[in-house]
DNA sequence: TCGTTGCTTTACCAAATGGTAAAAATTTAG
DNA sequence: CTAAATTTTTACCATTTGGTAAAGCAACGA
């Protein structure tokens, strides 16, 4: 009575919503939002394009769906940093699920990161309420671990932003990585690295 | 008589190809190349469409030339890092290039980011040209610092990865970095930042 | 079995978009 | 000053694109 969309969803509804989504993280992460067409997400999803629009109200509420869908996963590993584990250990960890993250879900990343390119102009209400009390109570986290000597004093902030920016850069850039590569798999090498970088910054002094 | 232009520019067609591919750095950086149109390039150049497409092909001409051009600027950083010089410093050098690039031409950095996204279907070319034997070229300079033991033993190809992917983040990911900083500046906490990580990360053991 | 509800298709449409033809205006060279 | 070359405008056009209306079809409860 209160609920403005009380019925549950029919399993065809369930199975054309998602059918619809994934051929939309196709489309949309890429042809980015311009290029994408709902012909296009029509097409993978095998359904007409008039079809498509009983399950969706158009363009932009398939693509913001399918982004706040994904904003729960991508947050997800940050959550589970947790502040009475080891703190270099606890990083680490988190650096290489974002890294696996980026392995397994480069469209995922893509998607996020057009967004984010063009300014995040359909995405900024998500980002104020679920990312940024997130980041910075885990900033607060990280502070305090520094405070207590357990962590090489770094600023948190931008640790946060290096973690990002490396892990995803496998997936956002994967077609260079790749070619530059000369397509070898980068997971090895990049899992490697990422972990020396990270101990050695994070590392406190020993004494 | 060889060559098929050999008409030098105007000063008009100097002036107009500059007030055209200003416009669709703009437009193409904020838009995508999807996203982008040809009025609304034409319309932050001050110029009719036909007038436009009389100075171009067409959109992908203009999109290819302004990326090719772009490529030259964004490659010269990595050009003068210099195998005679002092590893450590050079490699900051670097970070440092980079980074002030990343946050003073935000809109170059992003278009690139965006034609990576899309899997650089239109750049494929002037990478394989320009970019890989550069970076194979720079991969080895590095390496041979390590073999000489002046460089702490890390791969080389992942190295640039992360100092690209650092610096632009600041460029691509601006609107978020702002955001998640409270629209603090955060060109001096990234230049600490970074100078911190890749010094830890690179710097040899002294012995 | 019948009617109500939910799903799909067919047939459209208006606006936007990349692009063209050709006339008009302007600049430049002699 | 004039003629040729260059530049700009006006008037279009075909296609693509996001979206709609309404009829047809299927499923399901009574």
């Given at each position: 009575?209160s609920d403005p969309t009380p019925k549950k969803p ?104 057009g967004e984010m390119l063009q300014g995040a102009p ?77 101990r050695k910054l994070l590392q406190p002094i020993q004494?």
């Amino acid at each position: 009575m209160s609920d403005p969309t009380p019925k549950k969803p029919s399993r065809i509804q369930m199975r054309n919503r998602r059918l619809i989504l994934d051929s939309a993280l196709d489309v949309f992460s890429r042809d980015g939002y311009g290029g994408a067409t709902l012909d296009a997400i029509a097409n993978g999803a095998g359904l007409s394009k008039p079809n498509l629009l009983y399950y969706f109200d158009g363009k932009n509420e398939i693509y913001v769906t399918l982004l706040s869908q994904l904003l729960e996963t991508w947050l997800d590993p940050l959550i589970e940093l947790n502040p009475d584990g080891d703190p270099v250990e606890e990083l680490l960890g988190y650096v290489r699920l974002k890294l696996d993250m980026a392995l397994e879900l480069p469209a995922e990343s893509r998607l996020f990161a057009g967004e984010m390119l063009q300014g995040a102009p359909r995405m900024a209400e998500h980002l104020k309420d679920e990312l940024k009390p997130l980041f910075d109570q885990k900033c607060k986290a990280i502070q305090d671990w520094i405070d207590a000597g357990r962590l090489a004093p770094i600023d948190p902030a931008h640790l946060i932003f290096s973690i990002w920016s490396t892990t995803q850069h496998y997936a956002d850039f994967g077609v260079q990585v790749a070619f530059l590569l000369d397509n070898a798999d980068p997971a090895k090498g990049a899992q490697q690295h990422l972990e020396q970088m990270f101990r050695k910054l994070l590392q406190p002094i020993q004494q």
